[in-house]
């Protein structure tokens, strides 16, 4: 994924329900000291102007950007 994909959100949460629509902003990737995992969080914007940060197994890539 990257900037400017569009995703469909796969598990709801309070305010978004599975299945709604957004376009990634940004990514970034944090790195947890317990685990030695990175974990890649993406920056999404809704239709409706706002933005929240989801984990990559949360989204499903619809289109491509570019």
């Not at 000291?33 to 890649?40: I, K, L, T, V």
């Not at 929240?52 to 950007?65: G, N, V």
């Amino acid at each position: 994924m990257q900037p400017g994909d569009l995703v469909r959100i796969t598990r709801a949460s309070i305010g978004v329900p599975k299945g709604e629509l957004a376009l990634i902003i940004s990514g970034f990737t944090s790195h947890d000291e317990a685990s030695d995992n990175p974990m890649e969080i993406w920056i999404v914007q809704f239709m409706n102007g706002r933005q929240r940060q989801y984990l990559t197994r949360d989204l499903e890539k619809i289109s491509a950007a570019g």
